[in-house]
């Protein structure tokens, strides 16, 4: 059974930097893209960044290319996102997920059926 864990969520003055883990068991990463995704107040849930686990590929939304940086540790199991210059647009519950890796890469919702509880951030001074 897939659990995934997301811890790092915080209070941080905008332009400030935060990083949030996604700690997973029960599954063999290899196989795996993780997605970090994003839900505000009365929006949609977003799609940040993924992670082939295997190869470190990884994929961004324009909303975030060159202020969130997505890793993996192997040895931990953990997926990392690394977020800069932070704004109050960026203010939402956090959520990684995890699907198969097939074909490209996806920031779609719908294509990943684990997730974990969600860890909240907000940008505010």
């Known amino acids: 059974q897939v659990q995934l864990v997301e811890s790092g969520g915080d209070l941080v003055q905008p332009g400030g930097s935060l990083r949030l883990s996604c700690a997973a068991s029960g599954i063999a990463l290899g196989f795996y893209h993780i997605g970090w995704f994003r839900q505000a107040p009365g929006k949609e849930r977003e799609g940040v960044s993924c992670i082939s686990f295997s190869t470190g590929r990884t994929y961004y939304a324009d909303s975030v290319k060159g202020r969130f940086t997505i890793s993996r540790d192997n040895t931990k199991n953990t997926v990392y996102l690394q977020m800069n210059s932070l704004n109050s647009e960026d203010t939402a519950v956090y959520y990684c997920?995890?699907?198969?890796?097939?074909?490209?890469?996806?920031?779609?919702?719908?294509?990943?059926?684990?997730w974990g509880q969600g860890t909240q951030v907000t940008v505010s001074s």
């Open positions: 997920a995890a699907r198969i890796a097939r074909g490209d890469f996806s920031l779609a919702p719908g294509q990943y059926p684990s």
